[in-house]
């Protein structure tokens, strides 16, 4: 492991320290579908839990979304009349948005784990790095969703953000990108947080928005780098809030389209339990 000069000696993770963080990851990732499991149960009336997560399960499989995606979904938006004809009123439709900044080299324009890949990639090659990840908002979190080059304590750590002690948070918070010169001595850290970044060999890093056309934080992507860094220069910033804005708007469409194709049907199907 890197030692990095005048900084404090990391807490000792120990089994207790891992232990604690699969228990959180794994509560933040149950309670999320479990909200869902009963509203489902509440509003249409289904006769268990298990009734209401077969129901999001195959919808998820069928629309080839994630669960906890669904899951997030159902619980953000009103829940409909039971007579209602679709969880989602019918909206005007249309292709994906445009993504040149993007680079999809020949992957489908409508296939949202090849343009979270290429959001990371792009990031990664204009801050010319290795390592970095996306995350998405989801039940108030950052949720991570794609990562590369950094280690599984970090990737465990760093599952869910649910706290302003990080570069990434302070960036949702203040819809700005947000760069951290040297990780070791910025103060935006808790000293936990501080030392399971320095331990993955990050030792700066930069932070992106993905944004909505309405300013809204829909995740972030950043990048992490082995040497503390310089501010980044206009030109670099200008590409990666046009990175950050297209997938923004790409996620955005993503949601309008296939997520509310999903809760409509997963609405219909629900109906026809009761």
Not at 34 to 52: G, N
Not at 72 to 82: G, K, N, Q, S
Not at 237 to 242: D, I, V
Request: glycine content about 6%; proline content about 7%.
């Amino acid at each position: 492991m890197t030692e990095y000069p005048n900084s404090p000696a990391p807490p000792t993770a120990g089994a207790t320290g891992q232990q604690g963080t699969d228990e959180r990851n794994r509560r933040l990732a149950r309670d999320g579908v479990a909200r869902a499991e009963r509203l489902l149960c509440r509003y249409y009336r289904l006769s268990s839990p298990e009734e209401s997560f077969e129901l999001l399960r195959d919808t998820s499989q069928r629309f080839n979304l994630k669960l906890h995606t669904l899951a997030a979904a159902a619980v953000r938006l009103p829940v409909p009349e039971a007579t209602a004809p679709r969880w989602v009123a019918r909206r005007p439709r249309g292709g994906p948005p445009p993504v040149p900044a993007l680079h999809l080299d020949g992957a489908p324009a409508t296939d949202r784990g090849a343009v979270l890949d290429a959001t990371l990639r792009v990031t990664l090659r204009i801050t010319d790095t290795g390592m970095g990840n996306v995350q998405l908002v989801e039940n108030r979190l950052l949720r991570m969703v794609r990562h590369t080059g950094l280690n599984q304590r970090f990737t465990d750590y760093f599952a869910f953000v649910d706290s302003g002690t990080t570069s990434c948070a302070q960036a949702a918070e203040e819809v700005r990108q947000v760069t951290v010169k040297d990780v070791g001595s910025c103060d935006v850290f808790d000293e936990r947080s501080r030392h399971t970044i320095l331990q993955a060999g990050s030792r700066a890093c930069h932070s992106v928005p993905l944004v909505s056309p309405r300013g809204a934080v829909i995740g972030m992507v950043s990048a992490h780098h082995e040497r503390p860094l310089q501010d980044m220069t206009p030109d670099r910033l200008a590409a990666l809030e046009r990175v950050g804005g297209e997938a923004g708007r790409w996620l955005v469409w993503h949601h309008n389209t296939v997520v509310v194709d999903a809760l409509n049907h997963l609405h219909v199907r629900a109906v026809h339990r009761r």
